[in-house]
């Protein structure tokens, strides 16, 4: 008889995501999250995803579509959105994913591979890619300062995964940045990177959102 371990490690697990949906998409022109791709809108892929592969989700969105549909308003910036959708989390939930709506493309496997990093102790997870560019720090006057060995860095997507106390505790300040693992960093909470995934890309200019209608008809 075989033994499902993964059903195993999760026993107890009570796991809920966060899918961030309020920007506005000044990058963009527009808020991005509501564009089609085929029969959906951006937003609808990434909510369906964590559907299956958590045991609830909280969805932030702007106000006038939050009291369409039934979500969390969002806040002025990212982190006070996922500030919202924390809040709307219930207490018991021992594991908390934060998910951006832009990645509509994220898989389920994803999911389950930043989760399975917190049950097995890790304060939380991130999915990185390999830099595969050389990147330079530069001063203000754009001098270049250094050059990092890009062999120690990788481009961190999202699911992340956090025990929920970890994250709260992160967040009970009001602190800002661009994603919710730095706010765990620098609480002193250990951070597990694992294999993210190229089709798992941030849909940030038109041309990506071409690029993303060209991946449902099977041409990328």
Partial sequence: MSVNTLATQRVGEKIWTIIVAAGSGARFGSPKQFE???ERR????AVETARVASDGVIVVLPQAQAQREGGVVGGATRSASVRSGLAAVPTDATIICVHDAARPFASEFLFHE???AVCNGADGAVPGLPVVDTIKFISIENIVISTPDRSRL???QTPQAFR????R???ASNPESTDDSSLVEAQGGR???VNGDPLNRKLTTPEDMNWARA???GEV
């Fill in 36 to 38: 089609m791709i085929n």
């Fill in 42 to 45: 951006v937003v609808d892929w």
């Fill in 114 to 116: 930043v989760v399975d």
């Fill in 154 to 156: 990788v481009a961190v």
């Fill in 164 to 167: 929920a106390k970890i994250l």
């Fill in 169 to 171: 505790a992160a967040h």
């Fill in 191 to 193: 951070i597990v990177v």
């Fill in 215 to 217: 991946v449902t008809r």
